[in-house]
């Protein structure tokens, strides 16, 4: 049972509250290791069409790594800590989509895990920014090579080098949030698209996911022939067959995830 993440469902849609409001949900170790842990077993959960992340509370979504943590700490102490696998890597490659219901603070170690997700949602409250820069160090939980991905080099650059904070408008402006709602309207806004998107067929999404985050490793030319290659994978599925008979028969599908 996991101490700091609360689990809800709401249809196929799994939704995690990361539960440390008096440290406005700052990641220590007992919440990687919570996370890991039901993010593991969602995976292989065929009710699970999608997974939703938040934090508690209306101020912050995650204010970063516990700091707490991080004082008289040895390299080798926080290379053990920081070892495979990790929360960041394991959402990006997750087999589901993950999406980032940022309702505060996202800061830090929490902005890193909204860059891991699929899709960002934020509320108009939202402060963005990765201060790493203030306390002497960088951003290690994939920052440097997830947002300048995600914005390009030279907002990246702007955000990690100066540590300052931009609102919910801005990280809009700049790619680093895909949606932007109103505080009392952020929930039903997340939780109506990931039904949605939770609703199609898992074994597409999955597919849809792996080529798309293909295309942060691959060249153009080798990301579009994998494309090709996973297009034609989905002529194996029945799924394929059943989308295509649907809309011949003017009926909504009925997924089997095969
Ligand atoms: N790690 C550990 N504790 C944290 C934290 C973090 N990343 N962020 C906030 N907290 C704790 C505070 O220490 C405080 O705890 P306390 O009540 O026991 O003193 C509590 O959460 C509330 O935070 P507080 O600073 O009082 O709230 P605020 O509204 O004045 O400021 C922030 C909010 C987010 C601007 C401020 O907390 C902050 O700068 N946090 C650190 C952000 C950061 O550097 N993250 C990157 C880490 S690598």
Known sequence: MAETILEAREGRVAVLTIHRPDKLNALNQQVRDDMLEILARLESDDAVGAVVITGAGEKSFIAGADIGEFAGRSPFDQRHAMRSPRIFDVMSTFPKPVIAMINGFCLGGGCELALSCDLRIASTKARFGQPEIKLGLIPGG???????????????LRLILSGDMIDAAEALRIGLVEMVAEPAEL???TLELAQRIAGFSPLTLKVAKQAVRASETMSLEDGIRYERDLFCLCFSSADKEEGVAAFLDKRPAEWTGR
């Open 142 to 156: 994939g920052g440097t090579q997830r947002m300048s991905r995600l914005v390009g080099v030279g907002q990246a």
């Open 187 to 189: 929930r039903a806004t």
